[in-house]
């Protein structure tokens, strides 16, 4: 086991040099590649075109790789901000911001039957609010440790198991597999091949295996926001480019592919 761990420090000081401004593009371009691929699957739906749902399948594949990315940085999010509570309120403002775009991606039939009332479709919740809960759930167990007693690691997983079934119970976006994969990537950081079980375990049940190429990138993370030096308003900027991107482009696939060019 000490001769892997030498082996991957030597790999990642060697070849470790993505930051985090590059981790969000990686996460962000295959995203956008598995909501592509998720609407050309509901296009086939009515279109019964083959081309559409197997260049989706494929896309969808792909599109496993952006979760445990997006995870992975907002456990780094949490444990580098300088405000945590915002931080938390941040994410639930653009929760709310996306809840309608993407009930919008997800409901084919809203725009082309001029069906609206699934505009607002409680089924199911957005990513954002999973990470909203995840960060919620790290503060809480924050502010618990400081206060030092005996039994604070059973809290900690009250809270971890608490979080989990709450987040399925209000059906938000990877639910109980979100909350658990942001918290095994803040408690093990630094023991990242902990992370690697959990991942390749969740997504081999799934029969996602796609997902687990997704640890690559973040172990070549070299634990810097940018490799560029910015200043406070580029970094801003920068910063809500990647929360303003989400609803964003949900919204823009929803109606481009409810349009009649397609």
């Known amino acids: ?104 991606l997800k409901n084919y039939s809203m725009h082309k039957n001029n069906d609206y009332s699934r505009f607002f479709d409680i089924s199911s919740q957005n990513v954002m609010l999973t990470f909203f809960l995840a960060i919620v759930m790290l503060v809480l167990i924050e502010e618990y440790k400081l206060r030092k007693t005996t039994y604070y690691a059973y809290y900690e997983y009250v809270y971890v198991i608490g979080f989990c079934i709450f987040a399925y119970i209000v059906r938000c976006d990877y639910h109980y597999f979100g909350i658990l994969l942001v918290w095994f990537f803040y408690k093990y950081v630094d023991e ?42 580029e970094s801003k900027m920068h910063k809500y480019f990647f929360y303003v991107f989400y609803p964003l482009h949900m919204l823009i696939l929803s109606f481009l592919f409810n349009s009649t060019i397609i």
């Open 1 to 104: 086991m000490n001769e892997i761990k030498e082996w991957l420090e030597e790999c990642k000081e060697k070849y470790g040099n993505l930051s985090g401004e590059q981790l969000k593009l990686i996460a962000l371009f295959f995203m956008l590649l598995d909501h592509v691929g998720y609407r050309m699957t509901l296009w086939n739906l009515v279109d019964n075109t083959k081309l559409w749902i197997h260049i989706g399948d494929i896309f969808r594949v792909f599109g496993r790789i952006a979760f445990p990315i997006f995870a992975f940085l907002v456990a780094e999010g949490f444990r580098y901000t300088s405000d945590r509570k915002m931080y938390a309120l941040r994410m639930f403002v653009f929760a709310v911001i996306s809840e309608i775009p993407f009930d919008m």
């Open 192 to 233: 990242f091949y902990i992370c690697v079980l959990f991942v390749a375990l969740m997504y081999f049940i799934q029969g996602e295996y796609m997902g687990v190429v997704s640890l690559i990138p973040i172990f070549l993370y070299n634990g810097k926001r940018t490799n560029k030096l910015m200043s406070s308003r």
